[in-house]
């Protein structure tokens, strides 16, 4: 067929009918002519209306006009929104508030949706060559596109935009129905009847991720008998090997499972496999869509134990696990955590442990059980571990922050003492109980978003476990490839029920979801709803954002906690003297609003492993090298402290911050154990720096501290600023409007290096005491400076303090 259009993209809307795209509009008034194979003849084939192609794309054209449209369901907000709405774009200079009244969107009735839009004459200024649009919300918000918008395009800037293509509006595709219903497991092409022969593959819609099955999964142990169940809804054969002891891998026994209607294949034993080790081997298609090797073996994504990294997979019988002891979490605005690597912590931990044992769990849990635990003495009653489920070291003494998981049941088998008699899980659920003992809750880092290598869910069905784009390839916007499609229904039931695993066998009370924008809202809110059941007050914490975009505000409405990077990003500037008094209003008064609609909605941290050390970071020293941090180093860090253990939200720091800990500049260490063991030696060192912490996380858990923990954002009225003029040194007072009782807290910080004063006219006479300044706290009973308040407080360089004002 001469000069026919590319067939761009087929996907099946159902297992009867599909749609096809086509690479420009079809201007005959006959249907394309096109085939499917090898099914045979397709049973019809119909235009799909131009507007349907508008609701996903934001626009068509039709009858010389194009017409921008705005699906509300796509933005459930803007039910309560009243104000107006935009297009704006390339053709407008992106300013469409220049001209309002012409760029507005209109509500109106097309087909049989309700919508919003404004239409115009087919000129130039729209058609003449590709031009990015998007819609926006007055004043100024513009509105994110859908993920699933066909024309959704990046720009170097980090924007994402819609964009009109003159030669696709909506008259280049067309839906079909197929003569009997498509066998998932049978490869499906479309071609044109005559000319260009190619073949492009048909690959599932939507409705295929919605595909699931509600039988259990994994190795299931029902008394004398094992069940073998693995959701392969594309696989042509499924079978499963399993032997008693790792030595007769050569020689296993071999189980053909059957497929079950749901889209899952089973397979039963006749006796009790505690204990035995398994594999899957799958067989289908290998296409751009599907990965299927016949000889690969696949850990099972349900096991609740691996041997290592690849495998095998441990039968585990439930009945045999003990559910963990339940512990009462601290409340949110109570919290201040520490974030943990298990390796980290017990490396150079100053106790006897054997050379095993500071390889993972059970050296961790003997550390915090011993007299001199650190972070005990540090005051921290919350741990936030790096990963801990299986991940991909190679061997055990590979190091790994964790961050390449490979199974999210497991806990990590190079931690373990015996891996292949999966003691890996009493160690863990040991450690947790330890944890808890000293009166700490366990939050999890988990990964969800990407997976490692080997990669499992890859040999069971790559597209319906995997983001691909259109053509087939792996999305990347973890950073790390693999990226999870976490909201196909039996990912989100994976990522779920591992989590519920991993409360009621281990007894773990929260967790931080890695790159959280990659699983999406409704996922996380599935997550929320179902822990909530088990542990109403379960832990948990978002980090917002991924190279893709950040949800951060679409996260207010959940009950979720956000990693708060700009708070970070603010205090490494500010203690140089840099900063500005809206940014020190904002974060210390918990970064209400835009980022917490409650004050425990958002964690405040200045360092996290991902990046150089604190004291790197904020280093006087060349090549951000902080290990011999100078003086006004270890000053800055005492401010640091000072205003992070006042904000309001829950403070988190990395483990070893409290003793100047520094990587030597080095900013990824992500393999690096050498240089990120906890080096115990650098608390003796810096014995001042530690106690600060600890008295400045000792006061904000008191009663006295109280006023930095907040169960609601209080009235403005509540903190009292006063700046230094032409200087970001500041004083606040906190319950300035004596809303919770008659005491009173005044913190002062001079981040620049040199003496100043700040005008403090306003505050009361009455007697204020010192209770800390930027060396030290005053130790209880000692007299105490005072100051009975004026007109100014005069302030040394890099200096702080904390006063307090009780009540009559």
């Known amino acids: 067929m001469k000069d026919c259009p590319k067939i761009e993209h087929v996907h099946l809307t159902s297992l009867t009918s599909g749609l096809v795209e086509l690479s420009r509009d079809w201007h005959e008034d006959r249907m394309p002519p096109l085939q499917i194979q090898p099914e045979g003849k397709l049973r019809s084939l119909k235009k799909v209306a131009p507007y349907l192609f508008g609701i996903e794309s934001g626009y068509y054209f039709e009858n010389g006009t194009i017409r921008f449209l705005l699906d509300p369901a796509h933005y459930p907000w803007l039910g309560a929104y009243e104000g107006r709405l935009l297009v704006g774009g390339e053709f407008n200079d992106w300013n469409p508030l220049a001209e309002a009244e012409r760029w507005e969107l209109k509500e109106t009735r097309i087909g049989d949706r309700v919508v919003l839009a404004a239409s115009f004459p087919d000129d130039p200024v729209f058609s003449a060559g590709r031009k990015e649009f998007k819609f926006m919300a007055t004043p100024n918000r513009w509105l994110s596109p859908p993920d699933f918008a066909p024309n959704r395009v990046g720009n170097e800037l980090w924007n994402t935009n819609l964009e009109i293509d003159p030669i696709r509006t909506g008259h280049h595709r067309f839906c079909f129905e197929t003569e009997e219903p498509v066998d998932l497991a049978q490869e499906l092409f479309i071609s044109w009847k005559t000319g260009n022969q190619e073949k492009i593959l048909v690959r599932p819609g939507e409705f295929f991720f919605e595909m699931g099955s509600d039988r259990p999964m994994g190795a299931i142990v029902e008394k004398n008998q094992t069940v073998f169940r693995v959701f392969a809804p594309r696989a042509r054969n499924v079978e499963v090997t399993f032997f008693e002891e790792l030595s007769d891998v ?17 397979g039963t034993v006749s006796k009790n496999l505690h204990g035995w080790f398994y594999w899957y081997f799958l067989e289908g298609s290998a296409n751009e869509s599907l990965h299927f090797w016949p000889a690969f073996p696949v850990a099972d994504p349900w096991a609740l134990a691996l041997a290592g990294r690849e495998g095998p997979g441990i039968v585990v019988d439930r009945t045999k696990l003990e559910r963990a002891k339940s512990f009462e979490v601290p409340a949110w605005e109570d919290l201040v955590i520490a974030e943990v690597h298990v390796r980290d912590a017990v490396a150079k931990a100053p106790i006897a442990l054997s050379g095993d044992e500071r390889l993972g769990f059970t050296g961790l849990r003997k550390w915090v059980e011993s007299e001199e635990f650190h972070l005990e003495k540090l005051g921290v009653n919350a741990v936030e571990l790096q990963p801990v489920q299986e991940f991909d070291s190679e061997n055990r003494e590979e190091y790994h922050w964790g961050y390449m998981p490979v199974n999210f049941f497991a806990p990590e088998s190079t931690y373990a003492l015996y891996p292949d008699k999966a003691s890996q899980l009493k160690e863990f659920q040991d450690l947790v109980a330890a944890f ?76 931080r979801f890695d790159l959280a924008e990659l699983l999406g809202v409704e996922t996380l809110r599935e997550i929320e709803r179902r822990l909530k059941e088990i542990k109403p007050d379960v832990i948990l914490i978002a980090e917002p954002w991924s190279f893709r975009g950040h949800i951060v505000r679409q996260l207010r409405s959940t009950g979720f906690a956000s990693w708060n990077d700009a708070y970070r990003d603010f205090l490494r500037k500010f203690v140089r003297g840099h900063g500005d008094w809206g940014g020190i209003e904002f974060f210390l008064t918990g970064s209400p609003g835009d980022l917490a609609v409650w004050p425990a909605q958002t964690v405040n941290y200045v360092e996290s492993h991902d990046d150089r050390t604190w004291i790197d970071n904020i280093t006087e020293n060349a090549d951000f090298n902080g290990f011999f941090p100078t003086e006004n180093d270890r000053r800055r860090t005492h401010l640091m402290v000072a205003f992070l253990m006042s904000s309001i939200g829950i403070p988190m720091i990395a483990a070893g911050q409290d003793f100047l800990r520094s990587k030597h500049g080095v900013n990824n260490t992500y393999q690096r154990g050498d240089l990120n063991a906890l080096d115990y030696n650098r608390l003796e060192h810096f014995r001042g720096t530690h106690e600060y912490f600890a008295d400045w996380i000792r006061f904000r858990r008191s009663e006295r501290g109280r006023f930095f923990r907040l169960r609601e954002h209080p009235t403005r009225t509540y903190f009292h600023f006063y700046f230094a003029e032409r200087a970001t040194a500041f ?71 904390l006063w307090e004002q009780k009540g009559g």
């Open 250 to 266: 050569e020689e296993p026994q071999r189980l053909r499972l059957r497929r079950n209607g749901d889209g899952s294949w089973e």
């Open 731 to 801: 004083a606040v007072i906190f319950n300035a409007d004596r809303s919770q009782g008659e005491s009173r807290l005044l913190l002062v910080i001079n981040p620049h290096d040199h003496d100043l004063s700040i005008a403090t006219d306003g505050i009361s006479a009455g007697e204020w005491k010192r209770l800390a300044n930027v060396e030290k706290f005053a130790s209880e009973g000692s007299s105490e400076e005072t100051w009975q308040g004026g007109t100014a407080l005069g302030l040394d360089r890099l200096d702080c303090g």
């Open 436 to 511: 808890h003992k000293r009166g700490m809750a366990v939050i999890l880092d988990v990964v969800y978003n990407h997976v490692g290598v080997p990669n499992n869910l890859l040999f069971i069905d790559r597209e319906y476990y995997f983001e691909l784009d259109v053509d087939g390839q792996l999305l990347n916007w973890s950073g790390c490839g693999n990226d999870v499609r976490a909201d196909a229904a039996m990912s989100r039931r994976l990522i779920v029920e591992s989590l519920v695993h991993l409360v009621e066998i281990f007894g773990v009370d929260g967790f």
